[in-house]
């Protein structure tokens, strides 16, 4: 079986972030995705996808998905425009990830209400994390009105409340 092409285009690292993410919601070490599929898929390999270092073909993007039990297009990112975002110097790639765990631990009425926001775009977009949940811009604009604050302090009021999430270090 030949090996992919390398690539480090900004779609290629997105295509990355989207399989290291869905990797990680059906907790898996690279390495238990190489022995679980017989060496189908190698770590270092998977990894270099995951990086976007390498471009994964469709027919291996299929057997991934059907390793993972998802559908094709939920191993695709989910906004086409985010390519242009994310580059550096891009207006509005500032992207708020909010600790939905910890949120659920918030008695305040207006905390069940953004709760219950970020579940169903969590159910839109077909998330399995279920803990943290990165909101667009258009969703920072709802979020400002449960919160009762402008729209460029949501960051801030949700820092402020402890409820942006910070990855753990490894």
């Known amino acids: 079986m030949a090996d992919d092409g390398f690539d480090e285009s900004p ?75 994310n580059q550096p110097g891009a207006s509005g790639s ?21 709760e219950r926001f970020l579940r169903m775009i969590q159910v839109q977009r077909q998330d399995f994390n279920g803990k943290v949940i990165t909101v667009r811009a258009h969703d920072t604009r709802a979020i400002a009105v449960m919160l009762d604050v402008p729209v460029d302090e949501v960051a801030t009021q949700l820092s402020q409340l402890g409820l942006i999430f910070v990855p753990p270090t490894t």
Do not use: C, H, W
């Open 11 to 85: 779609y290629s690292r997105l295509v990355g972030e989207r399989l290291r993410a869905i990797r990680r919601q059906k907790k898996l070490s690279l390495n238990e995705v190489e022995a679980q599929t017989d060496d189908e898929f190698r770590a270092s390999v998977l990894g270099a996808y995951e990086r976007g270092e390498r471009v994964i073909s469709v027919p291996r993007l299929e057997r991934l998905a059907r390793f993972y039990g998802v559908s094709i297009d939920q191993l695709l990112p989910r906004d086409p425009m985010a390519v242009e975002r």
């Open 94 to 114: 500032t992207k708020i990830r909010i600790d939905v765990a910890k949120l659920s631990t918030y008695p305040e009425e207006r905390f069940r209400m953004l």
